[in-house]
Structures are given as structure tokens and as C-alpha cells.
């Protein structure tokens, strides 16, 4: 039984919000096993559940949690952690996850000024790539400082809001 059901919560109810919401991270780009294994996590009183129960919840077969969760693993979504007194893993989301992986977008936009960088320095800032490529560079730059920006107003609001830092 899972954690929602004990929890004296309408199975049904959690159900729909799972796939309604998992649906909507998917129509975002995200992979579909993937955004059901973070909706249950995430609807979840704990924010933890082992690969059974999300197989249980989900109807999934283990082998789905496991890739789904290596996914969410990877864009720092979720994270695993042994079951105290059990070699079984179980896998959390924590309430700043959404922080976090926003936060780590921040590498990824780093490397692509980095090539974008060297793409105008070899097409030449002058030529019409060259000036494509040095927009896109300034777009990326931009972006960076107002999501830098963005971030330290949400800590503070946070922290505002529910106490946390």
C-alpha cells in the first residue's frame, strides 16, 4: 500500500493528479516515465518512496522506475538514498528541487557560451552566422545574470514564506 493511500488519501484523487501533472511535465519536454516517477514522488507526505511502492502506485514495472529515476538522478530532480537497516534504495525529492535544477541548467548555458563563443571567433563577429551566433551568445548571457538574479529573490522569498534557507 502506498504512502497516499495510507495516509487516508482518495487513491483515485492522487492518481489524477499524478498523471494530470506528470502529462503537463511531459508536454514540457520531459520523458513520460519520468514525469509520472516525479509527480508520485512529489505528491508523496514524505517526498520518499522505494522503487515497489512506485512500481505498485504507478503499475510500472521496476525496470521503468529505474531508468526514470537514473533520469531524474541525472537533471538533479531526485535523489537516491539507502532504506536505513536495508540494502533497498528509495528515492527523494526535496522541496528545493526545482531550485536545484535550475541552478544546474547554469553549467549547461556556461558550455554553450563557451562553443558560442569560439563559433564567433571562427565565422568571424562580421559575417552573418558570425552575428547570429554572437545574438544567440548575448541571449544566453542575458539570460544567465536575470535567472542568477531571479534565484536570490526566490531564496529570499523562500525563506520569507516558509522559513527555510
Known sequence: MTESVEAGRDAESVSKFVESFAAQ???????????????????????????????????????????????????????????????????????DQWYEALTNREAVLKRWEAALREGVNSLGGDTPAGRRLAETLAFFEFIEGEVAAMMERWRVHREKTFGQG
Open 25 to 95: 511535465l511531459v508536454e514540457a519536454g520531459m520523458q513520460r516515465m519520468a514525469a509520472r516517477v516525479f509527480a508520485a514522488l512529489l505528491a508523496s507526505d514524505k517526498g520518499v518512496l522505494t522503487s515497489a511502492e512506485l512500481s505498485e502506485q504507478l503499475q510500472i514495472s521496476p525496470a521503468a522506475v529505474s531508468g526514470a529515476v537514473r533520469y531524474l538522478a541525472q537533471t538533479h530532480m531526485v535523489s537516491r538514498e539507502r532504506e536505513p537497516g536495508s540494502r533497498r534504495e528509495r528515492y527523494r525529492v526535496h522541496g
